[in-house]
Every structure is written in structure tokens, then in C-alpha cells.
């Protein structure tokens, strides 16, 4: 499903129990300086990560000062995150002039410890080539580094590496429980692109072999995922960022169910099998 960029007016996007992505959460909030904005969502663990500005966030006690650094974009700095046990109460305030923050979340019970994410703590893996058309990075902000600290959340930001070219190749998917081969994970992107005003496409692809559906989606974009194969590209000339948000239904680790139509090139793009073993 593709929701268009809107005022949500610090609103959640996609709400607790979601029709199409249940075991996920997704809030855009935009501050000014000194705007203070609070929440508690049951039954979610979230993940406070500032797209642009610098807050300071306190969750029932736990005090994070100073959290992000970047100015202008996402391509401005490293992300930084805090994380939010399930159920608590959060209040963030911002430093700077103006704040864009994310927060991530996933459907899980258990209340376990906040704890923050600083830049020289995020996970980066880079993988593809220029010649496959699959350069991208992908930095973990929630991933493999946190795993048992997190119960099923797995937060990340995904770039494109250079301008134009393809992502969440060769198609895989992640919707149904079936060990060892595939988890059901519940997905949920936001799209910025550099400069502002390119595009991309988010193809969807129901079962292997028949045709599916594709989505135009624009800087601010947002795509929730809950069954098929969902590769996307964005136009030549242009970089492409999409904040990522995965909540697993029984275990936080990713198993991705590569379409068997293209699993052949997981061979041939270099360094995607590093790439898929940080989803853990």
C-alpha cells in the first residue's frame, strides 16, 4: 500500500493494529525549538530517530541529551536513535531550530531497557555494484548489534549508492512463518531523494511469475509492505534514501524468502549474503 506524503500533524501514519501491517508502527513528528511532544504506545516498542534537527528525549527517566546531528537531509550525518520499551512514556524535546523525527515500531509485550543508539554505534554494511545496478548502503540503527536488547524491531536506513539504480533486489519476500526458510515480518518505508523533486517506483509482486503491481512514489512517500516480492528503483540521476521498519511476528531475526525466479543472482551481486546477515 502506498500512502502519499500529508500533513499528519504528529499523527500517526500507520497506528497500532494496522489493517495491512499489523506487527508495525510508524509516526513522522515535526518540532520547533523548545516544542516539546509526548507519547506511549502499548503494545509496541518504538525507536526514536531523528530525520533532521537535535532533541533531547526522556523515557520515564532514562535521559538521552543531544540525539541527532544532522541539518539539512538525511544525507547530512549519521542517524542516531533511541530505543523505547514497550508501553512506556516518552517526551522529546527539540534543540534546534526545527526537528523532523521518525519513530519506528513493532508489536511485542515484554518491557525491556531503553538504551541509545549513538553515530559511531551504527552498523553500516555496503553492498551490489555499479555494473549489477545495485549499489546501495545500509546503515542499522536497531540491528544486529542490539540483538537481545530489542524484542522484534528492526530499524535501518537503506541508501542508494550514487544516482539511479535498483534496491531490495534480486525480489525477495518475508510473509509467512515458515522455518527455516522465511519469517513473517510486517514492512513499513519513507522515501527521501536528493534533490528533492525525483521519484522513484516501488514494484509489488503478489506471486512469482504473474504479474503484479507498482506504486510512483515521491519524496515522503510511504510504503507499507505485508505480502510479495518488492523490489524498487528510483529514477537515473537521482539518490534515493528509505527509512526501513520491520516487526517480526515470532522472532526479531529477518529470514527473507528470495523469489526463485531471480535467487540465482545472490551469487552474483557482490557482498549481498554480508548484507542479508546483519538483518538479525
Not at 515484554?110 to 545500509?138: C, M, N, W
Not at 526458510?181 to 517506483?201: A, I, L, M, Q
Not at 504479474?211 to 507499507?224: F, K
Not at 520491520?246 to 527473507?256: E, I, N, T
Request: glycine share 10%; hydrophobic share 35%.
Amino acid at each position: 500500500m502506498h500512502i502519499a506524503p500529508y500533513d499528519n500533524k504528529n499523527s500517526p501514519i500507520v497506528d497500532v493494529d494496522d489493517t495491512t501491517v499489523p506487527l508495525n508502527y510508524f509516526n513522522i513528528v515535526k518540532l520547533t525549538k523548545g516544542q516539546a511532544f509526548a507519547y506511549q504506545v502499548p503494545g509496541y516498542e518504538t525507536c526514536i530517530v531523528p530525520a533532521t534537527g537535535t532533541i533531547d528525549v526522556d523515557v520515564e527517566g532514562f535521559k538521552t541529551a543531544g540525539l541527532g546531528g544532522r541539518v539539512e537531509d538525511v544525507w547530512g550525518g549519521e542517524p542516531e536513535g533511541v530505543y523505547v520499551p514497550s508501553g512506556a512514556k516518552v517526551e522529546m524535546v527539540c534543540l534546534s531550530e526545527t526537528a523532523e523525527v521518525f519513530i519506528a515500531g513493532a508489536k511485542y509485550d515484554e518491557v525491556l531497557d531503553p538504551f541509545a543508539v549513538r553515530a559511531d554505534e551504527i552498523d553500516l554494511v555496503q553492498y551490489g555494484s555499479d555494473d549489477t545496478k545495485t549499489h546501495r548502503k545500509i546503515k542499522h540503527i536497531l540491528g544486529q548489534k542490539q540483538h537481545g536488547k530489542v524484542g522484534r524491531l528492526l530499524v535501518s536506513e537503506l541508501f542508494t549508492v550514487g544516482a539511479g539504480g535498483w534496491s531490495g533486489f534480486p525480489s525477495h519476500k518475508h510473509d509467512t512463518d515458515h522455518l527455516p526458510t522465511e519469517t513473517r515480518h510486517d514492512e513499513t518505508y519513507n522515501f527521501r531523494f536528493k534533490p528533492n523533486w525525483g521519484s522513484g517506483v516501488q514494484m509489488l509482486q503478489r506471486e512469482d511469475n504473474k504479474p503484479g503491481d507498482a506504486y510512483h512514489i515521491v519524496d515522503g512517500s510511504t510504503i507499507c509492505l505485508d505480502n510479495g516480492y518488492h523490489p524498487c528503483c528510483v529514477l537515473p540521476g537521482y539518490e534515493m534514501y528509505y527509512f526501513t521498519i520491520l516487526g517480526g511476528l515470532s522472532q526479531r531475526s529477518l529470514v527473507q524468502y528470495f523469489q526463485p525466479t531471480h535467487a540465482y543472482q545472490i551469487e552474483t551481486i557482490p557482498g549481498i549474503k554480508d548484507m542479508i546477515a546483519k538483518f538479525k
